[in-house]
T-cell receptor
Framework: DGGITQSPKYLFRKEGQNVTLSCEQN?????MYWYRQDPGQGLRLIYY???????QKGDIAEGYSVSREKKESFPLTVTSAQKNPTAFYLC????????????????FGEGSRLTVL | AQSVTQLDSHVSVSEGTPVLLRCNYS??????LFWYVQHPNKGLQLLLK??????LVKGINGFEAEFKKSETSFHLTKPSAHMSDAAEYFC??????????????FGTGTKLQVIP
């Protein structure tokens, strides 16, 4: 079955540590995204990538970094500069295409919950 | 600029009664509109989508939504709630933007409680 795999599902971090969340997809999608979810705030875009070796900041990129070395993989690093990293992180992908063929439908992983101790 | 407003943060219904989750949007274009469902500690699953075809859209698990351009609304309904419908629901708008990238905006979510 095609889909998106996020790992780990739960992660605990001490203050001052960097952590990396994994996201792998086998949907052959060009575009991949990282969202942060906090209670009552919906989903906020951290970073997105439309193609390999290219990525763009979203609305709340400060304190985060990403890479896109392979089409299938889009890992997110939560750095020590992120002041309030405790949250639920969701990875998503979509087929890029043109406006006519791409409706913007997103496919999501199961999420990773990060807790800072 | 685009935006999405989910008018209720919490909705509570009895099992077997109708469900109505309200969503209003703002967009400069003819947008695509979606409803996603999220169960606790899970990812989001697509319920249904509107992409400028029929204005009444049917989705999975008996849900449907009607696109009303004059009211800029895309409310989600279901005739009879089931216990398994208890979850959080997100209304989403998608617009084209410069460079061909689809700008996607999420509502803040509506938590649906189903009472036995």
């Amino acid at each position: 079955d095609g889909g998106i795999t996020q790992s780990p599902k739960y992660l605990f971090r001490k203050e001052g540590q960097n952590v990396t969340l994994s996201c792998e997809q086998n949907l052959n999608h060009d575009a991949m995204y990282w969202y942060r979810q906090d209670p009552g705030q919906g989903l906020r875009l951290i970073y997105y990538s439309q193609i390999v070796n290219d990525f763009q900041k979203g609305d709340i990129a400060e304190g985060y970094s990403v890479s896109r070395e392979k089409k299938e993989s889009f890992p997110l690093t939560v750095t020590s500069a992120q002041k309030n990293p405790t949250a639920f992180y969701l990875c998503a992908s979509s087929s890029r295409g043109s406006w006519d063929s791409n409706t913007g439908e997103l496919f999501f992983g199961e999420g990773s919950r990060l807790t800072v101790l | 600029a685009q935006s999405v407003t989910q008018l209720d943060s919490h909705v509570s219904v009895s099992e077997g009664t109708p469900v109505l989750l309200r969503c209003n949007y703002s967009s400069s274009y003819s947008p695509s509109l979606f409803w996603y469902v999220q169960h606790p500690n899970k990812g989001l699953q697509l319920l249904l989508k509107y992409t400028s075809a029929a204005t009444l859209v049917k989705g999975i698990n008996g849900f449907e939504a009607e696109f009303k351009k004059s009211e800029t609304s895309f409310h989600l309904t279901k005739p009879s709630a089931h216990m398994s419908d208890a979850a959080e629901y997100f209304c989403v708008v998608s617009d084209p933007s410069t460079g061909g990238y689809q700008k996607v905006t999420f509502g803040t979510g509506t938590k649906l409680q189903v009472i036995p």
